[in-house]
RNA sequence: GGCGCAUUAGCUCAACUGAAUAGAGCAUCUGACUACGGAUCAGAAGGUUACAGGUUUGAAUCCUGUAUGCGUCACCA
C-alpha cells in the first residue's frame, strides 16, 4: 500500500474518532509537503473545521497527535495555518524502496481473462500522400495510449483505418499514368509514399495550370472548375473504381502497394505497429448495409430525394447526412461499417479513436449513432482528441510547401543527435554500429518525447531548433540520466561491491525526496483514464530525472558504508528501471551508454 | 453568426480533485570539474495566470460576461 493511502486511510479513522465525521479514505488526497516546510505528506483539515467547530490550528493538532499515537508510520507533525504536515518514519522509507525494488512489474498491472478488451485507433492515414508533422503527434500519441492502457491491465487491440479510397488516389492515379512514364519507387529511388505524393503533388500542379489557361479565355472559377479535362478524368476513373474496373483496380492495388511499403517503413522506423489495419475500400459497404438496416428499425429517415439522414436535435445537435441522395456513402458512413466489421471481429468493451479535433464534431456524432444503431460502446467511445502542430511561422500548408515530412525530420533528427554527440567526444572509441544505434535511439527520443510532453488537447509548436535540443525537458536529457545511472551501477559491480542490507539506514531529505518520487509511479499510471495521460508521464519522467540528478550530485554514491552505499544503488537502480518503463510507455528507447 | 476548444514568465511548456509564496526548461547573468559520466549541478533575474465581475475559508482551476486566437457548422475525408 502506498504511503498516501497509509496516510488517508488513518486520517479518516482520526476523523471519524475525534469528530464523528464520516469521510471516505479516497476523499483525502494527501500532498507532498512543500519543501520550505518540515514534513513529507500534508493534509488538509478545512473540510471538517465546521463540524468540529474549533480553529483549524486546534483541527490540526489533534489529528496530528492522533496521528502519532496511532499511526506507526507518522513519526510527528506541525501544523501551519489549515495545514498538517506529517513527518513520516525516516525508516518507514526503506521499507517503500524495498518494495518497489523488489516487485519486478511494480508501476503495472497485469492483463488477465477478465481484463476489459480496448481498441485504439490510430494513423488512419490517406493513400495519396507521405506521412507528416501531424500524423507523428497522431501515431506517438496512439502507440503511447496503447502502452499505458496495456500497463494498466487492459487487453488492447491497436488498429488502423487506411482511406484507401476516394477522389485523391485518383488523382494520383492519373497523374501517374499521363506523365510519369511508368516509374517505379524502385526506378525512381524513392520511397513508394512518397512516389504516389508526387504524383499527387503533379496532378494538383496541372489542374491548377488547365485552370488558369481557361480563366485566361475568359472562364470564371466555377466554369473553368466544370470544363477541366483533368478534374473530369479523375472523376471518371473513380466511377471506373466504383465499378470494379479491372485495370483501374490493378493499378489502384499497385500504387497503394507502393504507399503501404513506404508507411509500413515509416511505422517501423518510429517502433509502432497495429494488431490489425481496415481498409475503407472493404469496410464502406457495410456502412452502407448498417444504415439501411438502422432505416428499417426506424432511428434514421429517408428524405424525398432518397438520402438518408439521422436527426440529432434532441441530443442537441443537428440533421446528419449518412448516404447521398445516388446512394454513395460519405466520412460517416464508412467509420459505422469500420466499427461494424471491428465489433464482429473482436468483443470491444471500449473503443477510442485518436483523431484531431478539427473532428470534434464528427465524434459526437458518431457515439450518437453508433448507440442508436446498437453498438454497446457507441455511447461510451472516446474520441482521443488532439490539437494541431504548428510551426514558428504559423500553420503548415500544403501549397506553400510547408508540410514537415515526416521521414526527413526523422533523418534530420537522427543526423543531428550523431553531429552532437561526436562534437561531444561521446562517440570515441565505439563502432559506426555502435554510434549509429545511439544516434537513432537519440534522435528519436527528442522527437517523440517532444510532441507526448505536450497536453494532446493542446494545439503546440513545433520548433525545430528546440526539439533537437538535449538539455531541459528532453528526452535525451532522461536518456543521458538512465545510461549514467547504469554506468555506476557496472562499476559498483567491477568494484564488487554488493547490495547489502540497508533497513538501518536513515535517508536523507534528498534521498526521501527521490524514494517519495518513485512512489508516485504507479498512481500516474493509474490515471490512464486521463485525457493527457502520455504528458502526465512524460512530465513525471522529467521530474524523477531532475530529483535523481540532484541526489547524485548531493552525494558519492559508491563511497561510504556498505549499507549507505547499499541504499544508494537500489535508489539508482530503482531510478533506472523506472525511467526505463516511463520512457517505455512513451515509445522512447533507452540506450546503456550514450 | 451558432456550437466547441484555447489564452499562464521574452519563448516553449507544467501545475493531479479548488489549497500554502503558480513551477520547469530555453534564452540572459553569476558560480562549481584532483569526483561514481559536466549531454551535469547550484544560484540570480523574470508573473496583476488575457480582461471584468461572481461563488468559496481559499480560484490559473468552478460560474457569468468581454477580448483575442483556433476548430467546426459540405450530398469532402
Redesign the pocket.
Known sequence: MSIDKVISQAVSKAVKELYDIDAAPG?I?P????K??EGNL?V?V??WVKAARKAPEAVGNEIGTWLVANEPAVSGYNV????L?IVVTPTYWNGVLAGIVADESWGTRPVTEESPLVMVEYSSP?TNKPLHLGHLRNILLGSSLSKILEACGNKVVKTNIV?DR??HICKSMLAWQRWFDGATPESASVKGDHLVGDCYVSFDKHYKAELKELKEQGMTDEEAEAASTVMAEARAMLRKWEDADPEVRSLWEKMNGWVYAGFDETYKRMGVGFDKIYY?SQTYLDGKAKVLEGLEKGVLYR?E?G?VWADLRENGL?EK?LL???GTS??MT?DIGTAKQRFDDYPIDKMIYVVG??????FQVLAIILDRLGFKWGKDLVHFSYG?VELPEG?MKSREGTVVDADDLMAEMVDT?KE??TQ?G?TDGLSEAEIDN?AET?GLGALKYFLL???P?????F?PK?SI?????TG??IQ?TY??IR??LR?ATEAGLEAVDYSGVVPNDREIALIQRLGDFP?VVAEAG?S?SP??IA?YVYDLT?EY??F??D?????DTPEVCSLRMSLSAATARTIRTALGLLGINVVE??
Open positions: 476523499s488526497v500532498q507532498a509537503t512543500r520550505e516546510f500534508t488538509m478545512f473540510p501551519v495555518k489549515g495545514f504536515n490517406n482511406n476516394g477522389i475503407e428524405r430525394d438520402s443537428d447526412l447521398r441522395s445516388d460519405v466520412y464508412q479535433n478539427e473532428q470534434n464534431y464528427h494541431m500553420k543527435a552532437v554527440a561531444l561521446k545511439i537519440v510532453k505536450v497536453d488537447r493542446k494545439n503546440m509548436t520548433n528546440e535540443d538535449f538539455n531541459g525537458n535525451p536529457f543521458y545510461a549514467r554506468s555506476v562499476k498512481g486521463r493527457y504528458a502526465l512530465n531532475k540528478n540532484q547524485y550530485h552525494c558519492s554514491i559508491l563511497k551508454r550514450m
